[in-house]
T-cell receptor, first 112, second 116 residues
């Protein structure tokens, strides 16, 4: 069974630009969560979607947003990029609750 | 104080050793506990998932949860060089309002090296 797929794997953007990252969950999984991973802060929760609804949100500014489609695929968007947004962005899928989550390989975003 | 504390190591052991990795937590609402392994430049891989106190075994891995002490452990028996990675503990709660959905709280990760 296919795992969680994230695209693209690598991105380089300039400060002030915006970026959209994509995540395809494991087939049958309806919960999709997003995390930011940095060396200093570790893995931090961004938000979680289930049945196209955001059920939970972490402590990130409004520049970070997301959505989920009817086929459970999800996207996250970061507007007005800052240097500090450089990180590995990870998507995780689970059946229902967000527990027992399976992660994708991540998108490494570099902001210059 | 962080909700989840994990010794970052690094931890270096010889091949065949038993490895013990640990996390402590302060939030008594945490009910679900996971261990992930992350290789360099890869996403975390789920190793163990449990939601009760006690032990759970899967091959060379044993997860142990002690809710009364707010302490979880992962034991790796007969460690191999391929086990060299960062190990992350993660936890979640599930309250009636559902506001904890999808949110895993992670430790900082322990870097493990198993040398031949």
């Amino acid at each position: 069974k296919a795992g969680v797929t994230q695209t693209p794997r690598y991105l380089i953007k300039t400060r002030g630009q915006q970026v959209t990252l994509s995540c395809s969950p494991i087939s049958g999984h309806r919960s999709v969560s997003w995390y930011q991973q940095t060396p200093g802060q570790g893995l931090q929760f961004l938000f979680e979607y289930f049945s196209e609804t955001q059920r939970n949100k972490g402590n990130f500014p409004g520049r970070f947003s997301g959505r989920q489609f009817s086929n459970s695929r999800s996207e996250m968007n970061v507007s007005t990029l800052e240097l500090g947004d450089s990180a590995l962005y990870l998507c995780a899928s689970s059946l229902m609750t967000g527990n027992e989550a399976f992660f994708g390989q991540g998108t490494r975003l570099t902001v210059v | 104080q962080k909700e989840v504390e994990q010794d970052p190591g690094p931890l270096s052991v010889p091949e065949g050793a038993i490895v013990s990795l640990n996390c402590t937590y302060s939030n008594s609402a945490f009910q679900y506990f996971m261990w992930y392994r992350q290789y360099s430049r890869k996403g975390p891989e789920l190793l163990m998932y449990t939601y009760s106190s006690g032990n759970k075994e899967d091959g060379r891995f044993t997860a142990q949860v002690d809710k009364s002490s707010k302490y979880i452990s992962l034991f790796i028996r007969d460690s191999q060089p391929s086990d060299s990675a960062t190990y992350l503990c993660a936890m979640s709660s599930h309250n009636a309002g559902g506001t904890s959905y999808g949110k895993l709280t992670f430790g900082q990760g322990t870097i493990l090296t198993v040398h031949p």
